[in-house]
């Protein structure tokens, strides 16, 4: 099945440490997002790549940077890892992109990273 | 500030009866409307969406509702089932290229 893949599921890293966050997809769709959703809370766009085209939310810490060295694949780099960054974080692609948001965003099982 | 708002965090409903879940928003300039479904452990799935020049849209046993002039949608599941226990989230797009606005989830059991 045409899936998004998610690795890891589940990450402990200690405060400062650098951490890499990995998604890959089988869809060969043109655009590749990462969400932060914290405890109960909305899922939080962070930045997305529209083919190569990277695109970055005005309120994404500078501490948080992307990469996607292909069509399938794309990482989240955190740099320095503070408490605050414990969150679930989560990829979804889609087509393309749409004004509309009319291009419906399909998701991994997301990375759930705990920062101690 | 928060654009889009699910206000009731959990809804409980009896198996076969109707569940109804609610967003609310506040950006005029949305103009696309998604909701999702997410079962523990996994990502959230896409379920169904309208575009705000209809006021309804239906698929299978999920109808969503818009009212434009309220800012205001609703899912509408008929008959509700202990399958469709999950959190639900209403997105809207519109305002940039790719942006979903999210809302916190609600919390949907249904009893057998």
């Known amino acids: 099945d045409a899936m998004v893949i998610q690795n890891p599921r589940y990450q402990v890293t200690q405060f400062g440490k650098p951490v890499t966050l990995s998604c890959s997809q089988t869809?060969?769709?043109?655009?590749m997002y990462w969400y932060q959703q914290k405890s109960s809370q909305a899922p939080k766009l962070l930045f997305h790549?529209?083919?190569?085209?990277?695109?970055n939310e005005a309120d994404t810490p500078d501490n948080f940077q992307s990469r996607r060295p292909n069509t399938s694949f794309c990482f989240l780099d955190i740099r320095s890892p503070g408490l605050g960054d414990t969150a679930m974080y989560l990829c979804?692609?889609?087509?393309?992109?749409?004004?509309?948001?009319?291009?419906?965003?399909?998701f991994g099982d997301g990375t759930r990273l705990s920062i101690l | 500030d928060q654009q889009v708002k699910q206000n009731s965090p959990s809804l409980s409903v009896q198996e076969g009866r109707i569940s109804i879940l609610n967003c609310d928003y506040t950006?005029?300039?949305?103009?696309?409307f998604l909701w999702y479904k997410k079962y523990p452990a996994e990502g959230p799935t896409f379920l169904i969406s309208?575009?705000?020049?209809?006021d309804k849209n239906e698929d299978g046993r999920f109808t969503v509702f818009l009212n434009k002039s309220a800012k205001h949608l609703s899912l509408h599941i008929v008959p509700s089932q202990p399958g469709d226990s999950a959190v639900y989230f209403c997105?809207?797009?519109?305002?940039?290229?790719?942006?979903?606005?999210f809302g916190q989830g609600t919390i949907l059991t249904v009893h057998p």
């Open positions: 979804a692609t889609s087509r393309d992109r749409g004004r509309g948001g009319n291009q419906p965003q399909h």
């Open positions: 869809l060969n769709h043109n655009v």
């Open positions: 790549y529209y083919d190569k085209d990277f695109n």
């Open positions: 950006n005029s300039m949305f103009d696309y």
């Open positions: 309208i575009s705000s020049i209809k």
């Open positions: 997105a809207a797009g519109g305002t940039s290229y790719g942006k979903l606005t």
